[in-house]
């Protein structure tokens, strides 16, 4: 039986949930100001307990730059119950968001698995999204028949978020 027995270069043992959320946040707060993938990205940091296991939950709630691959939206849009293969749904620039974040948090993880004998042991698990809302304004800039940062009213109204 091989296990992936790992800890982050930040990882500490018996700290609490909240206190691991609030070390996440900070240093993605500090990426979001430093040149890097994460510039000029809110996000938000939460935790929560999982069937006793810790959880953490980070969104992408706002991002400079569109996170969605263009073409996949526009095959999806078409055809929303086909599989687009080949296509990423994210842009390679939230592909690196997605990854910073997550390398991030697994500095302050421990992994103690093995997914052939289906046991899991992590100090916590964490999961990396982009916001619901920040997903559908990407995807409707894109299907929108002229440019949203074109300045008109209209566009103004409708991507106001």
Partial sequence: MKTNNAAGSKFQKGRKGTEIAALIR??????????????????????AWATHSMSIAI???????????????KANASNPHVYQEGVSRES???????????????????????????????????????????EKAHDAAILCEHP?????????????A
């Fill in 92 to 134: 390679a620039a939230a592909i690196a968001m997605l990854d910073e974040c997550n390398r991030i948090a697994d500095q302050y993880n421990r992994h103690d698995s093995d997914s052939q004998s289906d046991y899991f042991n992590d100090e916590f698990f964490c999961r990396v999204s982009f916001a619901h809302d920040l």
């Fill in 148 to 160: 949203a940062c074109c300045g008109c009213a209209d566009c103004e109204t409708r991507y106001a």
């Fill in 26 to 47: 900070s240093e993605i707060r500090a990426a979001a100001k430093a040149d890097g993938p994460l510039r000029g990205c809110k996000t938000s940091v939460r935790f």
């Fill in 59 to 73: 969104a992408i709630e706002s991002a400079p730059v569109s996170i969605r691959n263009p073409a996949w939206v």
